[in-house]
């Protein structure tokens, strides 16, 4: 993983920004059948002009040839996936790994609020973060949340840090803040493997 | 939560679906900049459309005037929300909840495999239903995840029960399988609060 978010294809980030401000206005959206339909018809199209060439698998099992990142199809941090945020990871001193996001409409849970199994996801990747080494990706062990209060919908805060390093296991601590404080604590168990998991 | 999708729009949940495969496509293209470009114009004729009348808020929010249930927004299971699945919620003898998902590309952590993020995603929602009673959602206290080996995008099976009960607090355990067997497991303290927590 790198800090940028994973896309070097210029074509591809842009088109992943307007299906992400799709998502948003078709679960927002009070418009009435007649221009929901006129929409779908665009949708259907541009889907049917995507896909007169489509890479037979998922983005990371690809042959990458264009210099993508393979993050660059990543739930949570690729800059081509319009699921992901997509977040930029920072890094400061003593090995903390941070990111500040806008998690709105299309990741709610609780009416409101961030969907308890979204801060996971997000704690998960922001742990993870501090185990991984350049090509070298860390894989989850376990993971432990501990929900202290709902997380609005709006700007979040997610770190983690280096707890303790055991041979190949890191153990990260981290947590999410809004303004009001924390809301969700995590551990974790991260293992870097010495060849290839899969 | 109930066992549909939580839509009663007929029009909004084929935009959703539209929406979706959409998703799969935007990550998968293999288009040129051309057709990339033609497609973004489409997507963006869309969201003009769609924007015509948006709700203020998020989905869960907003005054629920037309019978659609709170959940349509939701992440998980909302038949509004492209970036849910959405699964189907099975409720079996037991008190076990139980569902069978594919998770494509959209969800991809590691190559090739789902996110481990997306499993917790997954499993706080399936373990959490054990505690739902309708009208009455339970929220999530401590969630602790084991990732046994990589989950495969693909297929999926997952299902949670209930490991004991203490007042407000819903113990649950659960897992994720592949074809394979387990892939991760899960356990959960869910609360169900007295009043409304938010």
């Known amino acids: 993983m790198t800090a940028n978010n994973g896309s070097d294809a210029p074509e591809y980030e842009p088109l992943a920004q307007s299906v992400r401000r799709l998502i ?5 959206t009070e418009a009435g059948a007649g221009t929901v339909a006129a ?5 259907d199209c541009a889907v049917e002009q995507l896909s007169e060439s489509l890479m037979p698998g998922s983005f990371g099992v690809r042959d990458p040839v264009d210099g993508q990142p393979v993050t660059s199809g990543n739930v949570m941090i690729g800059a081509r996936n319009p699921v992901a945020p997509p977040p930029t990871i920072h890094r400061g001193a003593g090995g903390v790994v941070w ?10 849970g609780p009416p409101g609020h961030v969907h308890g199994g979204v801060c996971a996801l997000v704690l998960d990747h922001i742990l993870g973060a501090t185990a991984h080494e350049p090509g070298r990706p860390a894989y989850t062990g376990t993971l432990t949340l501990r929900y202290v209060r ?6 979040v805060r997610a770190e983690a840090w280096v707890d303790r390093v055991e041979g190949v296991k890191t153990f990260a601590k981290g947590q999410i803040t809004d303004s009001q404080g924390i809301t969700v604590t995590a551990e974790g168990v991260f293992i870097t493997p010495r060849g290839d998991r899969h």
Chains 1, 2 share one sequence.
């Open 24 to 28: 948003d206005a078709t679960i927002r």
């Open 39 to 43: 929409a779908k018809t665009h949708i």
């Open 150 to 155: 709902g997380t609005p919908l709006g700007l």
């Open 99 to 108: 990111t500040e996001i806008t998690l709105g409409a299309a990741y709610e």
